[in-house]
T-cell receptor
Framework: QQQVKQSPQSLIVQKGGISIINCAYE??????FPWYQQFPGKGPALLIA?????SEKKEGRFTISFNKSAKQFSLHIMDSQPGDSATYFC???????????FGAGTRLFVKA | DTAVSQTPKYLVTQMGNDKSIKCEQN?????MYWYKQDSKKFLKIMFS???????INETVPNRFSPKSPDKAHLNLHINSLELGDSAVYFC????????????????FGPGTRLLVL
């Protein structure tokens, strides 16, 4: 019940295309859903986050869509660029807890 | 200004040795974490400290012992290193107070790449 399932494991997109990464969870106590971006040799860094009281959040080319009833959320990267090539992690955090559960990660490669 | 720093960046050692990794954050955060990232990039939490108190201990072998001398530091000591300990270890911090709010963002260090031979 504590798991966050992420797909796909890897993704290749043409420059200018849309990258879509999906995540699903079971625990309805999760109240915060961040996405982290990790470049090779670096630590993960927060990209964008959403709470379950909104269905969508957009920051520049990055959009989170959130479906509370389906317990699913996804990251859309519009106009994908080679510089977006990285590993993306979805995550979820419990109300009243300090633990953030990470998905398995998606390696995105954007072809120039 | 490095927010979360770790030393060393690389650590190559023999099986059976004991080693430590140090972590420091200058963000004034109350909560610090250790994560292990394996070769498949899976990020797994190991420990979390809040105000120097251990609050998460995730079925980690007791060869791993975290120590938090103060809120800004969380060190990881590993005894009797095994081949399976080879991974990247990330320290992170957040202002997480354990309640729902705006401060759950975790700030990760650059990682320590541990190779056990």
């Amino acid at each position: 019940q504590q798991q966050v399932k992420q797909s796909p494991q890897s993704l290749i997109v043409q420059k200018g295309g849309i990258s879509i990464i999906n995540c699903a969870y079971e625990n309805t106590a999760f109240d915060y859903f961040p996405w982290y971006q990790q470049f090779p040799g670096k630590g993960p860094a927060l990209l964008i986050a959403i709470r379950p009281d909104v269905s969508e959040k957009k920051e520049g080319r990055f959009t989170i869509s959130f479906n509370k009833s389906a317990k699913q959320f996804s990251l859309h990267i519009m106009d994908s660029q080679p510089g977006d090539s990285a590993t993306y992690f979805c995550a979820a955090r419990n109300t009243g807890g300090f633990k953030t559960i990470f998905g398995a990660g998606t390696r995105l490669f954007v072809k120039a | 200004d490095t927010a979360v720093s770790q030393t060393p960046k690389y650590l190559v050692t023999q099986m059976g040795n004991d080693k430590s990794i140090k972590c420091e954050q200058n963000l004034g955060h109350d909560t610090m974490y250790w994560y292990k990232q394996d070769s498949k990039k899976f990020l797994k939490i190991m420990f979390s400290y809040n105000n120097k108190e251990l609050i998460i201990n995730e079925t980690v072998p007791n060869r791993f012992s975290p120590k938090s001398p103060d809120k800004a530091h969380l060190n990881l000591h590993i005894n009797s290193l095994e081949l399976g300990d080879s991974a990247v270890y990330f320290c992170a911090s957040s202002q997480d107070s354990g309640t729902s709010g705006e401060e759950e963002t975790q700030y990760f260090g650059p990682g320590t790449r541990l190779l056990v031979l």
